[in-house]
């Protein structure tokens, strides 16, 4: 089992970016999948979910409409499109499932 996240980088407050995290060595389409964050100096906090079949999104009340969670079984793929972003979005973000452990994350930041 193997989760790859990418996709992060520096942003201006307001600013928008699009991870991507890359699974393989399991059935991808029959897991829910998520991403969890660990800003500076913080516990690692869960940012958002999706079921396997991409239904029914949750979210942390932070990020409620500004982050999209979306997946695409097809590749193997779940993503986080975050939009009006904020430096306390600054954090290093996971995916993550059941059945996986902690990657190595992407790191976002976000400052003018």
């Known amino acids: 089992v193997q989760l790859v996240e990418s996709g992060g980088g520096l942003v201006q407050p307001g600013g928008s970016l699009r991870l991507s995290c890359a699974a393989s060595?399991?059935?991808?389409?029959?897991?829910?999948m998520n991403w969890y964050r660990r800003a500076p100096g913080k516990e690692r906090e869960w940012v958002a979910s999706?079921?396997?079949?991409?239904?029914?999104?949750t979210y942390a009340d932070s990020v409620k409409g500004r982050f999209t969670i979306s997946r695409d079984n097809a590749k193997n793929t779940v993503y986080l499109q975050m939009n009006s972003l904020k430096p306390e979005d600054t954090a290093v973000y996971y995916c993550?499932?059941?059945?996986?452990?902690w990657g190595q994350g992407t790191q976002v930041t976000v400052s003018s």
């Open positions: 999706i079921t396997s079949t991409g239904s029914w999104p």
């Open positions: 060595g399991f059935t991808f389409s029959y897991y829910g």
């Open positions: 993550k499932t059941s059945i996986s452990a």
